[in-house]
């Protein structure tokens, strides 16, 4: 450990959290394979008046320094929902969080993680998990596998050694996320093919696109099988309606109605698959810079996505089907119809679907079906205080 000197700084105004979204970008540019996010969307993450998170969330933002030179960022931050949540699912009653951990040192990291435990014990908390960066549905986890290749997007990237210096302040993993990755390019095995052909030939089941007709009627759809589908899972947090509306605007350019299908059984929906073409693609060419032109070269690849990488980030079917046959044959209906989509229009070679929980069954049944391999994991940990 770096002998040094640390002072740690609360943020409290618009310029801190600059300063602390600005330091975040510095420290990402030195991982390998990293992708510049923009750097607009990262400020209004942090924004109480812009993230609706904060509606039932309190949090603080800190920055280390050292001989005039900011050194690290941590995050602690207390969900009131996730208090609210049965503690058997990763959260509940004395649960406080952190996130957005960066740190020059192992003394560095030493020292944010006291200071957010700090906060978080005076306010009655009496567990800390993390990394969480702000929210569970935002950038749960530390990347622990994966770093040889980019991220895709909306997906954290950092390096390995961050783990070595969170586990040495005492903190235990408790749960991990897989993400897993295909090449699409490939028809899937031939009993998958029939089970899809079996789903095709049955009158009771229609998997259609969403978001061309109705945007904001089929966002409701999809967040309400999400609700019931996820709410049984580790770290589930409802979404609030100004989530939902803030979530529909947000990624109402990326949505492409090919890409996202619904899954209607006897006419009502129960199962939903949102894919996105990997906008990381984009921003590496821009290096997340909108000025001075990078703004018209993404406004036009968000109108005619090419992407050699698309990425299934949420997957669900109401809790009455799961674990059934039919929720089988709805999942791989919809990821072939998607497939060809993705394949056909959008140029694409490779999926990449999660992140999935390493104990969510059948999901990781159907990732191994139609021969996907695991290609990156984040760990989350969990620390008393």
């Not at 942090?46 to 920055?63: G, S």
């Not at 694409?348 to 290609?375: H, K, P, T, V, Y």
Request: hydrophobic share 45%.
């Amino acid at each position: 450990m770096t002998d040094r000197n640390v002072s740690i700084v609360a943020v409290c105004d618009k310029a801190g959290r600059t300063r602390f979204v600005d330091l975040g970008r510095a420290f990402a540019s030195r991982v390998p394979h990293y992708v510049p996010q923009l750097r607009s969307e990262q400020l209004e993450l942090v924004d109480p008046r812009k993230n609706p998170f904060f509606d039932h969330a309190e949090v603080q933002l800190f920055i280390a320094t050292s001989d005039g030179e900011d050194v690290g960022r941590i995050s602690a931050h207390i969900d009131h929902l996730a208090l609210q949540m049965p503690a058997v699912q990763g959260f509940g009653p004395g649960t406080g969080l952190f996130g957005y951990f960066d740190a020059a040192d192992e003394a560095v990291a030493r020292a944010l993680l006291q200071t957010a435990e700090a906060w978080l014990r005076e306010r009655g908390m009496s567990r800390v998990l993390g990394p969480i960066s702000l929210s569970v549905w935002e950038e749960p986890g530390l990347l622990v596998q994966g770093q040889d290749h980019a991220p895709t997007v909306m997906m954290g990237h950092h390096p390995a050694h961050y783990r070595a210096w969170i586990e040495g302040a005492g903190y235990s993993p408790v749960k991990s996320l897989v993400t897993y990755e295909l090449d699409i390019k490939q028809e899937f095995p031939p009993l998958i093919r029939r089970i899809v052909q079996s789903g095709e030939r049955n009158g009771r089941i229609a998997i259609r696109e969403a978001g061309r007709l109705d945007y904001d009627g089929d966002v409701r759809i999809i967040l309400q099988i999400l609700n019931n589908a996820w709410s049984d899972n580790w770290g589930f947090i409802p979404f609030t309606d100004r989530e939902i509306a803030h979530a529909a605007k947000k990624l109402k350019p990326l949505v492409q109605p090919e890409l996202v299908r619904i899954a209607e059984l006897d006419g009502r929906p129960v199962a939903f698959m949102l894919t996105f073409p990997d906008m990381n693609e984009a921003l590496a060419v821009i290096k997340g810079r909108l000025f001075p032109l990078g703004w018209v070269r993404l406004l036009r690849w968000l109108k005619h996505p090419r992407a050699r990488t698309m990425r299934v980030p949420l997957m669900g079917v109401v809790k009455e089907h799961q674990n059934t046959r039919l929720a089988s044959q709805l999942a791989f209906m919809m990821i072939e119809f998607i497939r060809r989509a993705a394949v056909t229009k959008f140029g694409a070679e490779r999926g990449e679907i999660g992140w999935i929980l390493d104990d969510n069954q059948g999901m990781i049944a159907i990732a191994n079906a139609i021969e996907s391999r695991i290609n990156r994991e984040y760990m989350i940990f969990a620390k008393p205080l």
